[in-house]
């Protein structure tokens, strides 16, 4: 059977006996027609089936009123509190989204970038995959003037904004902390350092130890996707180390509980033996036990200062961001994985 015909609103105007202009009105609830007949025209449209045609009204207008979403992953619970917080502003501005995962693919990523392009989104808000080393495949938004924001995982460019935190310094404060725990061999398990997130961390691990004196020994640097199972795969390493390290600085805490539940297995006391501290505060890090140190940083607030900095730009095309880089806060939050000492 073939598909039935659109309603279009010349339908609903043959039916009311009114011109379609009127109907087109009363459908975007102009103030020129009256709520009597606005009622009838909304109510037959209902009756009818009619879909309004955005997408053709967003070509006479230039907007549609979308942002377009690129995160590395959809399973993580900060990607997930960043995208809630877009959402919650971006609702407020009635602005819709179109969310993309680039499964830590820069290939994935450019074709997402194309499909969010040739969608006529009104901005972009990406969180780079972990292989991304250049931004080429954003041309076409930059020659555009659309806008696009970094966040999390950001790339220095000209006509963009970065909205991050200070992962050196929280680096810091995590390796730190374990040293004042009393660690002296301290490892840090992170991912490849082409994005600044990880090489941010890794150049705050390296400067608390310089600070106390520490050696940095190479060794000590673990480089794996930071899932759950590589912390896992992370803590077989460790356990042929002679002697084991005394404090583990993770890059994430999927990982980082990862390798705790493994170590516990094979009879190493956390923190006794082993000290843990990991990063982003993820729901897991009060289910573990014991439960795990850690640096936290709010996605919903990320979500939120990008997106209303992006409709600000949309909405004043003359818009000029007083800075290329935004600095969110972040803190370390103590838990009893990292308390050798045994108080805070």
Partial sequence: MANEREVTIYDIARELKISATTVSRGLQDHPTISTKTKKKILDLAEQMGYRSNHFARSLRNQKTNTFGIIVPRLNSHFMSSVIAGIETAANEQNFSLLIAQSSESSLKEAASAR????????GLLVSLAVDTTELSHFDNFFRKNIPVIFFDRVQQHESSVNILIDNRQAAYNATRHLIEQGCRRILHITAPTVQNVYKDRLKGYKEALSEHKIKFREDYVLITDLSQEAGAEAASKILKMKPIPDGIFVANDSCAVGCMLALKEQG???PQD???VGFNNDPVTKVIAPNLT??????????????RHLINHVRDVSFISSTNTIILRSELIVRASSLKKGSK
């Fill in 274 to 276: 082993i000290a843990f």
């Fill in 115 to 122: 499909t969010m392009f040739d969608s006529r989104v009104d």
């Fill in 294 to 307: 850690t640096i936290n940083y709010s996605g919903y607030e990320m979500g939120q200062v990008a997106a």
């Fill in 268 to 270: 190493i006391r956390i």
